[in-house]
């Protein structure tokens, strides 16, 4: 688990102020602060510019703010983290994916006998 530091006077205001699973990491490259509940906001805001008005419309954004996101751990997707986790996720939630599966059928057939409208 990726311990969070302790709330020190060093610390601006508005993190002494937050609760520690909000708190603030700290960007060693650029020194700007990135708050973790904000980053997946951000990331899709900066998808969604792309899509409407292009990527060097997305990236000066995205250099503007000097938004520049490390995640904790390089885990995120099958294609980053380790293989051997990648397949202890998947068996541990094979019952939970097979059990939304089922769900999505069930409703994928109710739907199928609604009337047209």
């Not at 530091?5 to 020194?31: F, K, N, W, Y």
């Not at 900066?46 to 899509?51: E, G, N, Q, R």
Request: net charge neutral; proline share 10%.
């Amino acid at each position: 688990m990726n311990a969070q530091p302790e709330p020190s006077t060093e610390l601006p205001v508005a993190q002494i102020d937050m609760p520690r699973a909000h708190q603030e990491h700290h960007s060693e490259r650029s020194g700007l602060q990135q708050w973790d509940c904000v980053t997946p906001r951000t990331s899709f805001a900066l998808s969604v510019v792309a899509d409407l008005a292009g990527h060097g419309v997305a990236q000066d954004i995205q250099r503007q703010m000097e938004y520049d996101p490390e995640p904790p751990y390089r885990t995120g997707s099958p294609r980053t983290a380790p293989p051997a986790l990648v397949n202890a996720t998947r068996e541990k939630i094979a019952s939970f994916v097979e059990h939304r599966r089922n769900a999505t059928q069930r409703a994928a057939e109710r739907l199928a006998r609604l009337p047209a409208v």
